[in-house]
C-alpha cells in the first residue's frame, strides 16, 4: 500500500507558476506509475499528467502540454507537478495518484491510490 499526501498548492494569478509536491508513503513508491489529476469546480475529475515508475516516461493532457512538467524523485517518496503559465482554465483540486502497473497511466480507472488534493486558484 502507499499513501500520499499533496502540497504547493495555493492562490495565484494568471502567468504565474506553482510546484505541488506529492509525498508518498511505504517502501515501494519506486515501482508505481505516479499520475496527477485535476478536479475543476463542477466538472470531472481530469487527467493531467502522468510518469513511470522509472521516470523516463512521461504523458500529459493537451491542455497542459509545454506549460506543466511532471517528475518523481524516488530517493526521497516524491512526486512533483511543475506549473507554469497558469492560467484561470487551471483551476481545480489536484489530486496525486499511485497505480500498481508502474507504466504512468492516462486513465483514471488505473490508480488505486489517491491523496486527499491541494486546491489551485488562479485569478485572473
Known amino acids: 500500500q502507499v499513501q500520499l499526501v499533496e502540497s504547493g498548492g495555493g492562490l495565484v494569478q494568471a502567468g504565474d507558476s506553482l510546484r505541488l509536491s506529492c509525498a508518498a508513503s511505504g517502501r515501494t513508491f519506486n515501482t508505481y506509475g505516479m499520475g496527477w489529476f485535476r478536479q475543476p469546480p463542477g466538472k470531472e475529475r481530469e487527467f493531467v499528467a502522468a510518469i513511470g515508475y522509472t521516470g523516463l516516461t512521461t504523458r500529459y493532457a493537451d491542455s497542459v502540454k509545454g506549460r506543466f512538467t511532471i517528475s518523481r524523485d524516488n530517493a526521497k517518496n516524491t512526486l512533483y507537478l511543475q506549473m507554469n503559465s497558469l492560467k484561470p482554465d487551471d483551476t481545480a483540486v489536484y489530486y496525486c495518484?499511485?497505480?500498481?502497473?508502474?507504466?504512468?497511466?492516462?486513465?483514471?480507472?488505473?490508480?488505486?491510490?489517491w491523496g486527499q488534493g491541494t486546491q489551485v486558484t488562479v485569478s485572473s
Open positions: 495518484a499511485a497505480e500498481s502497473y508502474g507504466v504512468g497511466s492516462a486513465q483514471k480507472s488505473s490508480y488505486g491510490y
